[in-house]
T-cell receptor, first 113, second 114 residues
């Protein structure tokens, strides 16, 4: 059964550095999403991506964040200048459309020091 | 806008006992309802979903949930739990239209004691 993969599993970076989190969604999905979960808190929606453009974004998703699907398979989340408060688990998901289900990757734990 | 409230942050139960994890939601539009499970150090896995039709939905691992529109609730139940059910459980909603983003509750940590 196909599954969503994410790399790296853990990323440690210094404050102010740029990071790119990578995801390979399931190929026939239409919508792609990024969510984050700060330790001990709820999972929060960041952004959705459909037809090669952002379809919706949350207040969290400010100018420091960007998403791309550069080659039709990878789906990336870039944080330009990381802050301590960006430390969280970041989940990629795919799905939507007629099944209304979203399939999540295992997550990337981002630690900003 | 939607919001989801999971009334219990932690639920300890003994093995083979029944369990109910409570979820209430608020929305000005019709929504779909989901329960996801997160095992330690893993991603989120869909347990079950309510889209339409019968208000009692069955999912994986023996879980079921009942949609109650008048009470805006979607409580998760299992008649007999196992040690392997120890995990964090998240209730979530999404709108019918648009990007169908998921709005999650705070999560309930289910701990099964032998």
């Amino acid at each position: 059964e196909p599954e969503v993969t994410q790399t790296p599993s853990h990323q440690v970076t210094q404050m102010g550095q740029e990071v790119i989190l990578r995801c390979v969604p399931i190929s026939n999905h239409l919508y792609f999403y990024w969510y984050r979960q700060i330790l001990g808190q709820k999972v929060e929606f960041l952004v959705s991506f459909y037809n090669n453009e952002i379809s919706e974004k949350s207040e969290i998703f400010d100018d420091q964040f960007s998403v791309e699907r550069p080659d039709g398979s990878n789906f990336t989340l870039k944080i330009r200048s990381t802050k301590l408060e960006d430390s969280a688990m970041y989940f990629c998901a795919g799905g939507g459309g007629s099944t209304y289900e979203q399939y999540f990757g295992p997550g990337t734990r981002l630690t900003v020091t | 806008a939607q919001s989801v409230t999971q009334l219990d942050s932690q639920v300890p139960v003994f093995e083979e006992a029944p369990v109910e994890l409570r979820c209430n939601y608020s929305s000005s539009v019709s929504v779909y309802l989901f329960w996801y499970v997160q095992y330690p150090n893993q991603g989120l896995q869909l347990l079950l979903k309510y889209l339409s039709g019968s208000t009692l939905v069955k999912g994986i691992n023996g879980f079921e949930a009942e949609f109650n529109k008048s009470q805006t609730s979607f409580h998760l139940r299992k008649p007999s739990v196992h040690i392997s059910d120890t995990a964090e459980y998240f209730c979530a909603v999404s709108e019918f239209q648009g990007a169908q983003k998921l709005v999650f509750g705070q999560g309930t940590r289910l701990t099964i004691n032998p």
